[in-house]
């Protein structure tokens, strides 16, 4: 009786038996079984591991978006606290805003727009006077250089006719060395308005002429009416200086004609700035051509104001 080697079991003759068979479908069974758990335990470890990165991904994510929070809100702490400084990092009291001259500049133009905007060309000649008479247009404005040479000539007669009621020691010497010893300013008060309007016309005209004069003697030809420009710049300035000189006076001063000194000075800053720029001129002949000038137009103007007066009071 034959039986099999492995299993022990009675084969039949020509019969193989199966035991083998059956163990290595077992045995591969059991492998494939072992291979599909191992997968499966593969999966949900791979997916566990996906999952614990995402969650310390979102963790991260939402530690870096509470610190940016946090650093936000310090910024944000900062920025509030910040903004109470004033601008030149000093801390600013409590309700009350640091005072600058150009936020009241801002108020004054957002207040008046149109008053704003009328002065806005003069004021330039404050702010920037040097570039503002340099970078000027080279086409000779003639009714700005008339409104502004009349404007000059009737605020200091204005001003010259009030400040004559206040005995203000310098204004009487003036009076006295062009006039001489007379009474037309307090008795004839409108005469003298007109008088004096007409002395400080004529002497914008004799400046100017005088500087037309005098460009010749440096190689240079310089028009009438750019001289005239030229004298209508320093006109600005003594307007200014006339509305100073007359709200001091009605604060009470007496020697407040003296400001007169400190628009001459720039007056003459003006001439120095403009005739440079426009003649091409170093700075000594500059400085010789207006003091030559200068001592004409004296010459020129004394003599003018003369004969006028003469005029005058052969008239009466």
Request: hydrophobic residues 45%; charged residues 10%.
């Amino acid at each position: 009786m034959k039986t099999c080697f492995y299993c022990g079991r009675e084969l039949a003759p020509g019969q193989r038996c199966s035991c083998r068979d059956g163990a290595g479908t077992n045995t591969s069974g059991q492998k494939g079984s072992s291979g599909s758990s191992a997968a499966s335990s593969g999966s949900s470890t791979s997916s566990t591991a996906s999952s614990g990165s995402s969650s310390s991904y979102s963790s991260a994510a939402s530690g870096s978006s509470a610190s940016s929070g946090t650093s936000s809100d310090h910024s944000e702490t900062a920025y509030s606290s910040g903004s109470t400084s004033s601008p030149f990092g000093e801390p600013a009291s409590s309700g009350k805003k640091r005072f600058t001259f150009a936020s009241f500049i801002t108020k004054v133009r957002s207040i008046f727009p149109s008053f704003s905007k009328l002065m806005r060309p003069v004021m330039t000649y404050v702010w920037h006077p040097v570039s503002t008479i340099q970078n000027r247009s080279q086409v000779v404005p003639v009714a700005t250089m008339l409104i502004v040479n009349s404007l000059f000539a009737v605020l200091t007669s204005l001003m010259v006719i009030f400040t004559s009621a206040t005995d203000s020691p310098f204004l009487g010497m003036l009076i006295s060395l062009i006039f001489g010893k007379t009474d037309l300013f307090s008795e004839h008060p409108v005469t003298a308005f007109f008088i004096m309007s007409a002395i400080l016309w004529l002497c914008v005209l004799i400046l100017a002429l005088c500087f037309t004069w005098t460009s010749r003697l440096v190689n240079r030809k310089m028009t009438f009416l750019r001289a005239l420009d030229t004298v209508s710049i320093s006109s600005i300035y003594m307007c200014f200086a006339d509305a100073l000189i007359f709200f001091s006076v009605l604060l009470g001063s007496r020697g407040a004609f003296t400001l007169i000194f400190v628009a001459l000075v720039v007056m003459g800053i003006c001439h120095f700035v403009s005739i440079k720029q426009d003649l091409v001129l170093r700075d000594d002949v500059a400085f010789n051509m207006l003091a030559v000038s200068y001592l004409l137009f004296y010459v020129l103007a004394q003599l003018a104001v003369t004969i006028l007066i003469r005029i005058v009071v052969l008239v009466r």
